[in-house]
């Protein structure tokens, strides 16, 4: 199996940009409000996504989703960006140390979510692992 054809590979590659993306936005942060900074994230992104799209051809017109894929994608979205403007608000007030971590929760929340939504199996490695993620999380953000 190529590198390219890994889900792990990709996963790992999010957690690693994630975590600079703490880094970077807690220093961008401080020379803006978090509203503003979470825009201007935003714009770049839509930017960088369009010229991926744009260059691997990858345009499909929007009737060919379904409207149950498309109200997904959107309320994706809304909870996207609901977290950008809290982890920026976050990283505004707090430091970045302890920030990253709570917001690492999302791992143990979407497995919950994945569990009671999407009948996901629940299984002792998933019990036991995301008891380690919370664990981890309070152990490095609590005082």
């Known amino acids: 199996m190529k590198w390219w054809e890994s889900w792990q590979a990709f996963a790992f590659a999010s957690a690693f940009f994630a975590g600079l993306t703490a880094v970077f936005g807690k220093v961008g942060v401080s020379e803006t409000n978090s509203n503003f900074a979470t825009f201007i994230r935003t714009v770049v992104i839509l930017a960088v996504i369009a010229a991926i799209v744009q260059f691997r051809h990858d345009w499909e017109p929007l009737g060919a989703l379904s409207r149950k894929g498309l109200g997904f994608l959107v309320l994706s979205a809304l909870a996207t960006g609901a977290s950008w403007l809290c982890y920026y608000h976050a990283l505004t007030i707090g430091p970045a140390s302890k920030v990253a971590p ?12 994945a569990f009671v939504f999407l009948k996901e199996a629940v299984t002792w490695k998933a019990v036991i692992g995301g008891s380690l993620v919370t664990a981890g999380a309070l152990l490095l953000a609590l005082p």
């Open 102 to 113: 709570i917001d690492k929760l999302s791992v143990v929340f979407a497995m919950t979510f």
